[in-house]
Each structure stands twice: as C-alpha cells, then as structure tokens.
C-alpha cells in the first residue's frame, strides 16, 4: 500500500521558517519525482517545488529563493524548507509522487502564516 505522509506543518508568525517531510512507503522513492503543491481556500491547487531523481529542482516564482527542496532518498523523503513565511503561503501543504504510470498524493498539512 502507497502512502505519503506529510508533516512539519502549524502555525507561525510571518517572516518565520517551517520545515515540511514527506516520508513515503510502498513505492521505490528513487525512481519517483517529488514535489510539494498547496492549495489555499477558493483557490487552485498550484506547484510549489519539485525535484527530479536527478536532484534538479524547480520553484514556482512565488516561493523561489525562500522556499527549498531537499530529499534523502535512504529515508524515502522529501522536505520542504520553508523561509520567510507570509500570509499568503497559508495553504495545505500535500506531497506528490509521480513517475510516467504512477501518480500519487498525500492528505496534506496545514500551514498557516499569521501577519
């Protein structure tokens, strides 16, 4: 059975910092490409960052420079570390894992950034 687990999320203060993980079980981690999206209420779900098996790595324009992802493929996990936090990154934070046949999806983790 696939599963990713996110955690790491909570509440903090803008300009603050969260780290996110993403441990995944049932899948050969490596081989995927990993990402993190969020999705805010009344809003679509968008890509935050990705990371390719190669360790290439991805931003969406909003969080690039302040956002980073990391993985450790031994742990079969993701991070997102999460700097300078503002109001407008307050979203449920889900992990993705997806290959060509393969796509799957965590719950989620609720990140909110009070002003």
């Known amino acids: 059975q696939v599963q990713l687990v996110e955690s790491g999320g909570g509440l903090v203060q803008a300009g603050g910092s969260l780290r996110l993980s993403c441990a995944a079980t049932?899948?050969?981690?490596?081989?995927?490409?990993m990402a993190w999206y969020r999705q805010a209420p009344g809003k679509q779900r968008e890509m935050v960052a990705l990371?390719?098996?190669?360790?290439?790595?991805n931003y969406a324009d909003s969080v690039r420079g302040r956002f980073a992802i990391s993985r450790d493929n031994a742990k079969n996990t993701v991070y997102l570390q999460m700097n300078s936090l503002k109001p407008e990154d307050t979203a449920v934070y889900l992990c993705?894992?997806?290959?060509?046949?393969?796509?799957?999806w965590g719950q989620g983790t609720q990140v909110t950034v009070s002003s």
């Open positions: 993705n894992a997806i290959t060509v046949l393969r796509n799957y």
């Open positions: 049932g899948i050969s981690f490596s081989i995927y490409t």
């Open positions: 990371i390719t098996t190669g360790s290439n790595t």
